[in-house]
């Protein structure tokens, strides 16, 4: 597989998207830990007793009561940050998710035999080489496909002559056009 | 009053495709959900262990719970940032990673299409929507060259035919019109 920097296409990835990706993601997870720690802290700052006794029973019991306490504050760190990173995973994801979703609906539209305009992207979206790529294949159909008809109207220019000369013109023609059209295996 | 004509719609903008946004979606969670499970498996298993300890031995210059934990806190949910934010960057690199092995393979397909080759499935990888995706550039492909291959087939019958030229006539004006649909 050769890369598309190496065929004159930028590449599918930009860096910059996958460190902003990165950074996105190490901001989120550090929110979620920083979420947990403040639950945590308020939930283990409440003041021990003064007396020995009563020192001593808070912290024999105190693990028991941590116990679901520890358990909802990971469970509310587990939903906020799958939350979070499900929304990032949405927001950044789509734009490689998105250019794929539009090629799509071109390919469609050109095995529906409907005329294909140009594929554009948007600015910030990734994969932009898929779109030169395809501009590129479309681009040498329709030149291909000129010259064949550009050969035979040749052919055809030759109507003022008599029958015979015109059909071998036109043999010739096809001949050339059937040669330019091995090309494609 | 002439009514205007339609405008064409504006192509929808979709930013959710579930077939490739869903599993990182998936693959993210568990990564956050095994973080949690396990932070919390060892911090209650510390936390049992220590304050016991703590009240056995008696160290009391603590004002509260917290005092006691600090620093063993502090280390776990270190860990637990550092593992759950390593695993996920490990897991955007693999993604990036499919994406350029899938997505360079289709280009590579769209290129040499352009050269000509258009038999050559594209083998865009084995993961889910790329393979898909692969898929659907090898029928668009596969159905120009069945095009180009049939109106070949058919430029070459007509040049070694012997036919009337009435018929010709009508094959060839047929011929310009089939080669006129590939790629509209």
């Not at chain 1, 090629?103 to 035999?113: C, F, K, P």
């Not at chain 2, 060892?42 to 220590?50: A, T």
């Not at chain 2, 659907?136 to 120009?144: F, Y």
Request: charged share 20%; with cysteine; aromatic share 10%.
């Amino acid at each position: 597989m050769t890369r598309p920097e190496e065929a004159g296409y930028g590449p599918l990835i930009h860096r910059r998207y996958l460190f902003g990706l990165l950074l996105r993601l190490c901001v989120n997870f550090a929110g979620g830990v920083g979420i947990l720690f403040v639950i945590l802290y308020f939930a283990l700052s409440r003041p021990l007793p003064v007396e020995y006794a009563g020192i001593f029973h808070a912290l024999r019991n105190l693990s028991p009561f941590l116990r679901p306490i520890l358990a909802v504050s990971v469970l509310v760190y587990a939903l906020l940050a799958c939350g979070s990173t499900s929304a990032l995973c949405v927001y950044v994801l789509h734009k490689v998710a998105g250019p794929l979703y539009r090629m799509e609906l071109v390919l469609d539209q050109y095995r529906s035999g409907a005329p294909t305009r140009t594929v554009s992207f948007r600015n910030n979206d990734q994969i932009q080489p898929l779109a030169q790529a395809f501009n590129q294949w479309i681009g040498t159909l329709r030149r291909d496909r000129h010259r064949w008809l550009a050969t035979m109207k040749d052919a055809e220019r030759h109507f003022l002559q008599d029958e015979a000369t015109r059909r071998v013109k036109m043999e010739e023609a096809l001949r050339k056009v059937a040669e330019d059209m091995a090309r494609y295996h | 009053m002439k009514t205007p004509p339609p405008r064409p719609s504006p192509s929808r903008i979709r930013y959710v495709s579930p077939r490739f946004q869903g599993p990182a979606v998936l693959a993210f969670t568990v990564i956050i959900v095994i973080g949690g499970a396990i932070f919390w498996k060892l911090v209650d298993g510390e936390f049992r262990r220590i304050f016991p300890l703590t009240a056995i031995q008696g160290h009391y210059t603590f004002d509260s719970a917290y005092d006691i934990v600090r620093d063993l806190l502090a280390w776990h949910l270190a860990g637990l940032f550092i593992g759950v934010f390593l695993a996920g960057s490990a897991l955007v690199l693999l993604l990036v990673a499919v994406t350029r092995h899938g997505i360079g393979k289709v280009v590579d397909s769209l290129r040499a299409s352009a050269d000509g080759d258009l038999s050559t499935p594209t083998g865009a990888g084995s993961i889910g929507e790329f393979d898909r995706f692969g898929e659907k550039i090898d029928a668009v492909r596969s159905d120009t060259l069945a095009s180009v291959l049939t109106i070949r087939s058919e430029v070459t019958s007509l040049a070694s035919s012997g036919i009337s030229p009435e018929e010709f006539r009508l094959r060839w004006d047929e011929l310009k019109h089939r080669i006129r649909r590939i790629a509209p």
